[in-house]
């Protein structure tokens, strides 16, 4: 026994205890928001009563439709166009060859090592601006959050794909233009379907990383019912009063907030693993 726990067991302690440590935090939100008493003080790791009263709370209380409604919207939206500019940068970056392609190349990878919450004066200022003109790109306007997540939309997906359609034989394009095919049509008709594992890949993180981000939709989005389901349910725990007070409806949207993600994941999962890998492979 000693020796089986020498050689083996004590790697299967060491996994429980992780999977123990990894479950600790999922445990305790779900706990907390079925506790009757929906308040931080009182939330236990395994409450002695369960309700669901935290959700019927939180949309009775807040206007957590409209925030769900918001995210699904900009998440939705923003992933599906920025994956579509990222993967025409990406096509021209890998097919083609032009002057300043390479500057273009490492200027986007150096883009990003730049946070865009550096630049929210300049871009508060441009789309107070941009409002007079056009008002349904203001501020609290779910499109004028989907354009600005549209501006950092290259970078690192462009990246990503250019490294997979890297791998894609330019053979078949070059047989397509001798058939007569325009770029267009190897473009749509030949590039894409071959690479639809990482379009689903990148979608998936950049739906993901829409979702969750908070900086700039706390800034641009400050109206009740055009908040995004971030914003809002920091609203719920802002104050150190509120905090204790909500923390059970705050809790429950954080589950609820996790179905579209979950989702999206399960629908994309088949295209996960090698949307991963195959874009780090040449061959």
């Not at 395994?46 to 935290?54: E, G, H, K, L, S």
């Not at 970056?93 to 490492?106: E, I, K, T």
């Not at 949207?253 to 629908?267: K, Q």
Request: net charge positive; hydrophobic share 55%; glycine share 8%.
């Amino acid at each position: 026994m000693t020796g089986w726990f020498a050689r083996i067991g004590w790697r299967h302690l060491v996994g429980v205890l992780a999977v123990l440590f990894s479950l600790f935090p999922i445990v305790f939100v779900v706990a907390a928001a079925l506790n009757p008493l929906g308040t931080l003080s009182s939330t236990d790791a395994v409450p002695t009563a369960f309700t669901i009263d935290n959700f019927a709370n939180l949309f009775a209380r807040t206007a957590f439709g409209h925030w769900y409604a918001n995210s699904i919207l900009i998440a939705g939206v923003a992933s599906v166009v920025a994956v579509f500019l990222s993967m025409l940068a990406a096509f021209a970056f890998s097919r083609m060859r032009f002057a300043g392609r390479r500057v273009g190349l490492l200027s986007l990878l150096l883009i990003q090592m730049f946070p865009q919450f550096l630049a929210v004066v300049a871009i508060y200022l441009m789309f107070a601006r941009i409002g007079d003109y056009w008002p349904g790109l203001s501020f609290s306007s779910p499109w004028g959050l989907i354009l600005l997540y549209l501006g950092g939309a290259l970078g690192v997906n462009t990246w990503m794909m250019k490294g997979f359609l890297d791998t894609v034989p330019r053979e078949l394009d070059e047989s397509a233009s001798v058939d007569g095919a325009s770029h267009v049509q190897v473009f749509f008709q030949i590039v894409l379907p071959l690479v639809r594992p990482i379009l689903a890949i990148t979608a998936l993180l950049v739906f993901i990383g829409t979702v969750n981000e908070f900086l700039l939709a706390n800034v641009f989005l400050y109206e009740p019912n055009s908040k995004t389901l971030a914003v809002g349910l920091y609203g719920l725990i802002a104050e150190g009063v509120s905090r204790d007070q909500n923390f059970g409806m705050f809790c429950a949207g954080s589950l609820l907030t996790a179905v579209p993600t979950v989702v999206v994941f399960r629908f994309l999962q088949r295209f996960i693993v090698s949307g991963l890998t195959a874009g780090a492979v040449k061959g």
